[in-house]
Each structure stands twice: as C-alpha cells, then as structure tokens.
C-alpha cells in the first residue's frame, strides 16, 4: 500500500505513514452481502444480467433468511448463492424455478423443451422428462413426480433397515414413468398408483401393493392404548391406521399391528389373503 497523503511505500498493515505522520484508512475486504454488494460490475464484465431470487427457507439453514442469484449468460441461465461462493447450477438452461424445503434446493430446470431437476448442486433427474412436479406441503417431501411421454413416474426417498433401533439411513430410488397416475400422500409416506382401472401402492420403505386394487385407502380411526398395537398419539388422543383394499368389488380392512423382531420393530399391514406382507414403520 501507499500512504493517502505523500505516496510512500507502507506495509499493508500500516496505520500510520512513518514518513508523513498521516494516519492511514484501512479498507478491509468483506464478502458481497446481499444487502451492501452491487452486481452492476459482474453484469458488465461477466454476465447479461443478474436477478436475486428472495429464499426465506435457507438450503442449508432453515431459519436463516437466504437468497439465490439466477444469472444469464449467453442467453442461458443459471444459479449462484447471495455471495457468489458456491455454483448450483450452470449456466446452460432457458429457464430455472427455484424450491427450497427441509435442507434442500430444488431447482427445476428446462433445456430444449426438456425437465431436469438439482438437488442443491448435483442433477437428479437427468434423463429430460415432459414436466416435473414438486409437491410442496407441511411434512418433509419423500417423492417428486414427472411426467414422460403421458406416463408418469416419480423419485421416492426410501429408508434402509438398520440393525440398530433408532439409527435411519435413506436412499432415494427412481420408479419409471410407467404408470397412468401418481398421487403422492406425504403424511402417510406412501404413493398411490395406477395402470388402467387398478390401484397399487409404494412406501417409503421399500414395501409394494401391486397394481391389483380397485381402491387403496389409509385411515386413522380413535383406539383405546393397546401396547400390543401401534397407536398413534394425537391431540385427540390415540388413533390406529387402518389400510381397506377394495377388490372385485369386496373391501378388505387390515389394522395396523405390531411385530417384534431381534434388534427391530416393524409396523405392518398383514395382508395373508393376498400372501403380501406390507411394512409400515411410522416416524413420528
């Protein structure tokens, strides 16, 4: 650095010029803030244009009050933090919509008339479907639906067993787009499906009800406690889930039980008219 008042060479941590006797102005680097940075150079030297997306709901910090910038270049878009630290997504895409929920940025992108989907900085759904659709409720999203050809398909966050009580790992596993409708029900962790007139199901762990159903329905009914069972405590106070199968025309209703294995609770339907044994571990 150089002393402001006679131009003598000074270390850069000087605070007075030892030549002049004037005191020197410190000018600290900090990062580009939201609020002080101005973007007007990078739009000149670096992009077409730059746009602040306002995000109350922090990828990586859920109460703290974040944003995203979506950046064009060339004529295509792209997505940065606030402080151009961190690159989600390239530049590479007509069009970008922003989702944040419980850790996550999702970001829709198109290319070429074409869905593909990052999960913060990695693509998820990269084989360019129709449409993709994120479904945005009060529980924690275990799938996300698209759309292919008129076929639909969907990403399920599915939980892997442990040997260990209370110990949770999750995977997530692609179902393709074979069937004529997905109706994701968060609150249950299950996805409803459809080919033709027929009704299946899929959980997040892993379970299957094939295609077979007339209808599938998921209800929660008042109990008494029962430490036998697996009741749910609400404010209303204890409720068993109920799962009623209707097939060729009959419905089938099966309790929600409780089975205890070596090292491991299971919550299951136990379904033996249809040889299915479909688990429903419940997180509360």
Request: aromatic letters at 16%; a neutral charge; charged letters at 25%.
């Amino acid at each position: 650095m150089f002393c402001i008042n006679c131009g003598t060479p000074l270390p850069d941590e000087a605070k007075f010029c030892y030549k002049c006797g004037c005191k020197q102005e410190i000018k600290t680097t900090l990062p580009m803030q939201k609020k002080e940075f101005s973007y007007s150079n990078l739009v000149q030297y670096e992009f077409e244009r730059v746009e602040m997306v306002e995000n109350y709901n922090s990828y990586n910090k859920p109460n703290e009050k974040r944003a995203f910038v979506v950046v064009q270049k060339y004529g295509k878009l792209g997505v940065y933090d606030e402080c151009f630290e961190h690159l989600f997504v390239p530049c590479d895409y007509d069009s970008i919509s922003i989702y944040t929920q419980y850790g996550n940025a999702l970001f829709k992108v198109i290319k070429d008339h074409k869905c593909y989907l990052f999960q913060n900085n990695q693509m998820i759904l990269d084989k360019g479907y129709d449409d993709i659709y994120i479904q945005n409720s009060q529980y924690e999203p275990c799938a996300i639906e698209y759309k292919d050809c008129h076929k639909y398909g969907f990403r399920l966050k599915q939980r892997i067993p442990s040997e260990r009580v209370g110990l949770c790992k999750y995977t997530y596993s692609l179902y393709d787009a074979t069937y004529d409708s997905v109706s994701i029900n968060d609150k249950e962790r299950v996805v409803l499906v459809k080919k033709g007139t027929k009704y299946g199901m899929i959980s997040m762990w892993g379970s299957e009800l094939p295609c077979l159903f007339d209808s599938i329905k998921i209800e929660r009914r008042p109990a008494k406690f029962d430490s036998s069972a697996h009741l749910l405590h609400t404010e209303s106070g204890y409720q068993r889930r109920w799962l009623i199968l209707k097939y060729n025309g009959i419905e089938h209703e099966y309790p929600e039980m409780l089975i205890r294995e070596p090292n491991k609770i299971n919550y299951v339907f136990d379904i033996q008219n249809y040889n299915i044994l479909f688990l429903m571990d419940f997180i509360i």
